[in-house]
């Protein structure tokens, strides 16, 4: 199946510097055929545009689901018109604005399609993950805990238990803990035989709380 050729929208202002090089970029890419069609915004002449999107800097624009900000290379922004609308695209999206501090705004895109946390489970996956993205998957959870959204990660989760890396194991484990729901239970037990003593003792854990929140239902 082919792939849609996204489009792209920028806001830009007069006195800012980077823009008319994101502008230049972008509208090669549009000559190209790598965007389909470009929508370029001044917000000196239409701030409530900006408004509407809760943009406080530019040059800021949008190419197919991702939004970003600042200067960007042609190169960086071939990348990101590459990746639109790909198996790929959503977990190198979340894996750049996790790297970035901004957990808010994965939580806030998994709100409007809590599919898109599949994206976490293939970060998880990366042995070689930074801390700051562990920590951040994390934050995103825990947010969403209340509501329940992330049991859609369960299954992935589950098959990270299984993972060769010792560290994957007991984040998959831990994230099973955040993203809740009543399967979870039989993917934490299979771990307390784990071969790594890190892993069982976090699962022991778990259950253990789990036991607690049960009895004091």
């Known amino acids: 199946m082919s792939r849609t050729i996204p489009d792209a929208l920028l806001l830009l202002a007069p006195a800012c510097p980077h823009c008319p090089a994101v502008l230049e970029g972008l509208s090669a890419l549009v000559k190209e055929g790598a965007i389909g069609r470009l929508e370029a915004v001044n917000i000196a002449v239409h701030p409530k545009r900006a408004e509407e999107l809760g943009v406080r800097s530019v040059p800021w ?40 501090g901004r957990h808010a705004k994965v939580e806030e895109m998994a709100r409007q399609e809590p599919q898109r946390l599949l994206a976490l489970v293939e970060l998880l996956a990366d042995a070689d993950a930074s801390m700051a993205v562990r920590l951040g998957i994390g934050a995103v959870l825990e947010e969403l805990r209340p509501d329940g959204l992330a049991t859609i990660m369960v299954p992935g989760l589950g098959e990270l238990t299984h993972h060769p890396d010792p560290l994957v194991r007991a984040d998959a484990c831990h994230y099973l803990s955040l993203a809740g729901g009543e399967e979870i239970a039989p993917y934490l037990r299979a771990c307390l035989d784990d071969q790594d003593a890190a892993v069982r003792e976090i699962v022991a854990e778990i259950l253990a709380e789990l036991d607690e929140v049960q009895e004091d239902g």
């Open 61 to 100: 624009f949008r190419i197919g689901e991702f939004e970003l900000d600042g200067a960007q290379t042609p190169g960086e922004l071939r990348r990101w018109a590459e990746l639109a609308g790909t198996p790929q695209g959503m977990p190198a999206y979340f894996l750049h604005l996790l790297k970035n």
